[in-house]
């Protein structure tokens, strides 16, 4: 077996497309499987599966967030008796441009959706050709959410987090959208600064104003109360308008980069700080560029961990790879195994 494909029928794509798997194996033939992974719970057994048959490729029919779930349950799967003993590590792993910003496909430079990938692959393998692939650094992220019934912990990996301030609450916003996509990004980036005048003055308290204008913006510099270790230095204060890093550089729907340092081999990048809005809005050029941070109030360095613990009652909710990691009241990020990504661009189907 070469390829192992995963799709999730209930994700916002694949809504309306109930032959989804069906169309996919129709391409891969007798090169691979695909699955319908309804759930989070139904995702290891097939990975479970595709282990068992050695496939050489792990495809993600999604983004971002249907990589992150396909690297997490794989490295839980590898981890049980059956494969512990054995020499087994996980296969290149892939996503396919289906999510609604794909930063992981941005940066290794894979081109195309699900069926054009998958076209490439099944040419490139019949014909005995080489599947370029890159390694990248993931980062080991171990957790606290409260439950119920108490605290439990959980271990995942990722490779780019909003934690806390305005990253997270720029996630919030964007996800509000009906069908967030690239220009979704701009729009919160518009209203932010539409808003700001009025949300961050007394102009806020005039009858009649709109409820967006004179509250957009202070919901998105809202800070994050935590206790911020990097790299064994605890830092100064316990509320934070940014808390953000990556083990890879990101590009957001070629609007916004950011995370440049993460792409040393072995480190993380983490932005973190108490910025003022004004401060932030100075660096959005920067950002767009996709350089360094600049500001008094501003940790942009590279690291190797860094830890949070909630502070008060706001407990903490993490936007891991544009998945929403919510109620913890712990989290640490440490640099993880690194992935084999395969760099592939889609075929034009015939």
Request: glycine share 10%; aromatic share 6%; with cysteine.
């Amino acid at each position: 077996m070469q390829i192992g494909v995963i799709t999730n029928p209930n994700s916002r794509k694949n809504k309306h497309r109930p032959d989804r798997a069906r169309r996919l194996q129709s391409i891969l033939g007798e090169m691979g499987e695909v699955h319908s992974t309804d759930s989070v719970d139904s995702i290891k057994p097939v990975l479970r599966d595709f282990l068992r048959k050695r496939a050489r490729y792990w495809v993600a029919d999604g983004g971002d967030g249907a990589l992150h779930w396909m690297l997490r349950m794989g490295m839980e799967v590898l981890q049980e008796d059956e494969f512990a003993g054995e020499s087994v590590t996980l296969p290149m792993t892939m996503p396919t441009n289906g999510g609604t910003i794909d930063f992981i496909a941005n940066n290794v430079g894979i081109k195309g959706d699900a069926e054009s990938l998958l076209t490439a692959m099944r040419l490139r393998i019949e014909r005995g050709q080489r599947i370029e692939d890159t390694e990248v650094d993931s980062m080991v992220i171990d957790g606290v959410q409260a439950g119920p019934d108490g605290d439990v912990p959980f271990r995942t990996y990722g490779f780019a987090v909003a934690a806390g301030g305005i990253g997270q609450r720029f996630f919030a916003k964007y996800y509000e959208d009906a069908d967030p996509n690239p220009r979704t990004i701009m729009k919160v980036v518009g209203r932010t600064l539409a808003s700001m005048p009025v949300a961050l003055s007394p102009l806020r308290k005039v009858p009649g104003m709109p409820r967006f204008l004179s509250t957009y913006a202070r919901d998105m510099f809202s800070p994050t109360r935590a206790k911020i270790t990097v790299d064994g230095m605890v830092l100064p204060g316990d509320e934070f308008t940014g808390i953000h890093v990556a083990s890879m550089s990101i590009n957001l729907g070629n609007v916004l980069h950011f995370f440049g340092k993460a792409d040393q081999p072995g480190l993380m990048n983490a932005i973190v700080g108490t910025p003022s809005p004004m401060s932030v809005v100075r660096n959005l050029p920067r950002m767009v560029r996709g350089e360094e941070m600049r500001g008094s109030q501003i940790l942009d360095r590279p690291c190797r961990s860094l830890d949070l613990e909630a502070v008060g009652d706001e407990l903490l909710e993490p936007v891991i790879d544009g998945e929403y990691y919510r109620g913890l009241r712990k989290i640490s990020f440490r640099v993880g195994p690194r992935v084999r990504i395969p760099k592939v661009v889609g075929a034009p189907l015939h």
